[in-house]
């Protein structure tokens, strides 16, 4: 069976042009650079969020009822 292949569409700029002028050692280095990147975005997030679950348990400690919705109706959109 043959696999259906996407023609590009011509309307829309080849995101790969910008990196045809690269050589094969500058692809690899950017590549790792952007895993460098990604890895430190990566550890940022999971510090952001550790420290969003600290502070979260801290409020229900102290005063959950800051956390608590109060009753009634509700805004219109």
């Known amino acids: 069976m043959y696999s259906a292949q996407r023609l590009p569409d011509p ?3 080849d995101q790969s042009a910008k990196y045809y002028h690269l ?3 500058e ?3 950017l590549l ?3 895993e460098r990147e990604l890895s430190r975005r990566d550890e940022h997030v999971h510090e952001l969020e550790s420290y969003i679950d ?3 348990v801290r409020i229900m400690e102290t005063s ?3 956390l ?3 009753p009634g109706p ?3 959109k």
């Open 11 to 13: 309307s829309q700029p």
């Open 32 to 34: 790792l650079q952007r």
């Open 27 to 29: 692809l690899i280095a």
């Open 54 to 56: 600290q502070l979260l």
């Open 68 to 70: 608590q919705i109060p």
């Open 74 to 76: 509700r805004a219109p």
């Open 64 to 66: 959950p009822t800051l």
């Open 23 to 25: 050589t094969h050692d």
